[in-house]
Structure formats: C-alpha cells, structure tokens
C-alpha cells in the first residue's frame, strides 16, 4: 500500500544496473540448479566474491541477458534451457564417454546429464501411470491424507479420489 516493494522492484530491475545483472545471474543461476542440480555457480547461496567461480562464465551471462531480454520471462528461460542440447543428453556412461571422464569425472564440464533423484510425487505418480491406474481429472478439493504410526503419509485405500495426481494430496506442513 505504500509503494516500497513496487519501488524496491524497479530499482532492482532497473536497466543497465548492477542491481539488476546481479538478480538476472542469480536467477538464471537458480533456474539452471532446478533442472540441473547443480547451478554454474555452485555456491548458489554466496554469489559474492567469497563464492565459487562460476564454471561456464559466458553461459550464464547468456542465460542472464535472456532473461532480461525477454522482460524478465522465468517461463521462457525454462523453455531455453529445456530446448538446449545439454539438456537433452543422456546421463548413461557409453564407451565413447571414457575419455571425458578422465578429463571430467565430476561432469563439471557438462559432457553429460546429471543423474538425479525423483521426488516422492513424481514416482508416485509414474507407479499409477503404468498400472493404468492414474486418475487425470483436473481440478477439485484435496485429497486427504493421514500419517501413520511409523510416519509415513498415506492416501486411504478406499477413497475415490485415491488415484488422482499427487498434485491433488493435502499437503500437512
């Protein structure tokens, strides 16, 4: 109501700022570590000069000049990095990967995707997928969910709505 976060927003966003080209490294850095695990930066928490180099200097003042190039669109860096070659690599060890594992055994050079672990939801999700059970209607309240005595949280076995995406389960914080 006073305007001050508005303001805040502008000064932070404000072309050709220092303010600005920070947050669209820090962005970007934050969106490459979603799909990648791992951001160019790798100290994503210290960007500062205490923080680590980054391991594709030139790559992430592209991803940055994108993102404020295309006013600030989070969506359309996604579909940058989503649509790039690095992404769609496999994360398999074939015979011709031999040598960059010499040169790269950590993959900081990016010679490969990075293997990463599912979250609860998406293996949930996949498991009803393939059984054929997944219920795809969209919308509508939670499921509910209950915690049992050993703590894990469960979806009652005869609720109807049982099957739905676990986007739908009542999420207890």
């Known amino acids: 109501s006073t305007g001050r976060r508005l303001a805040f927003a502008h000064w932070m966003t404000q ?3 220092r303010a600005a080209g920070l947050l669209a490294r820090v962005i970007a850095n ?3 570590q979603y799909h990648f695990g791992t951001g160019l930066v790798t100290t994503v928490d ?3 000069l205490s923080g680590s180099p980054p391991s594709h200097p030139e790559l992430i003042e592209y991803l940055a000049s994108y993102l404020v190039n295309h006013d600030w669109s989070i ?3 996604h579909r940058l990095i989503l649509t790039s070659a690095v992404y ?3 994360s398999s060890r074939t015979n011709r990967s031999a040598p960059a594992l010499e040169v790269d055994p950590t993959n900081r050079l990016l010679w490969k995707y990075p293997l990463q672990r599912l979250d ?3 293996i949930r999700d996949s498991l009803l997928a393939v059984s054929g059970d997944l219920d795809l209607r969209m919308f509508g309240p939670y499921t509910p969910t209950q915690r049992t005595a050993n703590g894990d949280v469960v979806v009652a076995g ?4 049982g099957r739905r995406r676990s986007l739908y389960l009542q999420q207890r914080r």
């Open 15 to 17: 072309p050709n700022s």
């Open 30 to 32: 934050r969106v490459w």
């Open 46 to 48: 210290n960007f500062g």
């Open 75 to 77: 969506k359309s860096l």
């Open 88 to 90: 769609q690599q496999a």
């Open 120 to 122: 609860a939801e998406a």
């Open 158 to 161: 005869d609720h109807p709505d």
